[in-house]
């Protein structure tokens, strides 16, 4: 089954304890990107990256830190988690940004004491 | 700075009704927009892409049209049904830097 999967699915850590979610693609996609969801703010895209060892900036990507050291994975890196980094976290993945669908993990509803 | 905007951000309408859901963004410099599905607690689904050389997508009861040069786009419902209460969101994949702004979602309720 196709498919983007994440893990953990729910997570509860504290301050300054680095943490690292995993996000894996099944459909071969050259495009990957994670987003935060938040109430109020929508969601944002954090980092993407256009294929392995390529990646880029969103628009909030401050305090996290991405790798795409495979094709099929794309990690996102908490190395000082704070509380405001308190969200739910969406991998999603596609061919290419520019002309194919996006596919979205269940996500990570991340809480940071 | 692209900015997507969804107004209403949330919308009641009887069951049977067609409707009309709302997406305009800023900067016509787009390689495709997306319409995209999400029930509470769950992740995101894709409904339709629309590249920013078409003008319409339709699948089953869903149709969506895109006007690149006024920034707009609208997702038609034909014949709601109670099932099809959840939040719709927008998303433009944007030219040259393949980043992807979505905006903050229509809240649907079909009324049985």
């Known amino acids: 089954e196709a498919q983007v999967t994440q893990n953990p699915r729910y997570l509860i850590t504290v301050t300054g304890k680095k943490l690292t979610v995993t996000c894996s693609q099944n459909?071969?996609?050259?495009?990957m990107s994670w987003y935060r969801q938040d109430p109020g703010l929508g969601l944002r895209q954090i980092y993407y990256?256009?294929?392995?060892?390529?990646?880029d900036k969103g628009d909030v990507p401050e305090g996290y830190k991405v790798s795409r050291k495979e094709k099929r994975n794309f990690p996102l890196i908490l190395e000082s988690p704070s509380p405001n980094q308190t969200s739910l976290y969406f991998c999603a993945s596609s061919f290419f940004s520019d002309s194919y669908e996006q596919y979205f993990g269940p996500g990570t509803r991340l809480t940071v004491t | 700075k692209q900015e997507v905007t969804q107004i209403p951000a949330a919308l009641s309408v009887p069951e049977g009704e067609n409707l009309v859901l709302n997406c305009s963004f800023t900067?016509?410099?787009?390689?495709?927009l997306q319409w995209f599905r999400q029930d509470p607690g769950k992740g995101l689904t894709s409904l339709l892409l629309i590249q920013s050389s078409q003008r319409e997508q339709t699948s089953g009861r869903l149709n969506a049209s895109l006007d690149k040069s006024s920034g707009r786009s609208t997702l038609y419902i034909a014949a709601s049904q109670p099932g099809d209460s959840a939040t719709y969101l927008c998303a433009v994949s944007i030219f040259p830097d393949d980043k992807i702004i979505f905006g903050k979602g229509t809240r649907l309720h079909i009324l049985p």
């Open positions: 900067d016509s410099a787009i390689y495709n």
């Open positions: 459909m071969n996609h050259e495009y």
């Open positions: 990256s256009m294929n392995v060892e390529v990646t």
